[in-house]
């Protein structure tokens, strides 16, 4: 037996009574389950995380990606995708003042100026593209007639990111015990 050890007196290893026990070996197999309770806690917590980082920081690096003000190439796309579904969620209409980028979060207002004349319109990042090399904003009908690029086609603009308050992601909330204490633990040690 190790001397000090505790369970000679009926205690576990770290002085907690054992509820009326005196029996030597019984103080040592709490422990040993303890022991495995605990190698079972840390593992569970530590594959959780190894689990929740790869979405998190696969938002940290689209974060990155945004960028508050670009030269870029906008083309513009209209009533042949009138009716078809966006990458937010709702329907394409070439009236509204919309606009399609491969980057920008949805739903955020950039400010779009065509170089050339001065003019701007404010649009809303409603679905994702361009998906023709060269190009860096799709713009609805109405954004491009409000520009005066519609005969042109395609025109070098500028794009202004308007909200910058867009929340940070946060860090995954990993819980370390969510079922109810075992019975074998003592009663100390379970409240």
């Avoid at 202004?160 to 074998?184: G, I, N, R, Y």
Wanted: contains cysteine; positive net charge.
């Amino acid at each position: 037996m190790v001397k000090g050890h505790g369970a000679e007196r009926g205690l576990l290893p770290w002085g907690v009574p054992l509820q009326g026990r005196q029996s030597k070996t019984e103080g040592y197999m709490a422990h040993i389950r303890l022991n495995r309770f605990n190698h079972l806690v840390a593992t569970s917590l530590f594959l959780a995380l190894i689990i929740a980082m790869p979405a998190y920081a696969r938002n940290a690096r689209r974060r990155k990606a945004v960028v508050s003000k670009q030269v870029t190439r906008a083309s513009w796309y209209g009533k042949s995708f009138q009716g078809r579904p966006m990458a937010s969620g709702g329907i394409f209409n070439p009236h509204h003042l919309t606009a399609a980028h491969p980057t920008i979060h949805l739903g955020s207002k950039v400010k779009v100026t065509e170089l050339r004349s001065g003019r701007s319109v404010v649009v809303q990042i409603t679905d994702r593209g361009p998906f023709l090399p060269g190009r860096g904003i799709d713009l609805s009908y109405a954004a491009a007639r409000q520009l005066g690029i519609v005969r042109r086609g395609v025109a070098r603009v500028r794009l202004e990111l308007l909200d910058h308050e867009l929340p940070a992601p946060k860090a995954p909330v990993v819980t370390a015990c969510s079922w109810p204490m075992s019975s074998w633990l003592p009663q100390a040690i379970a409240e």
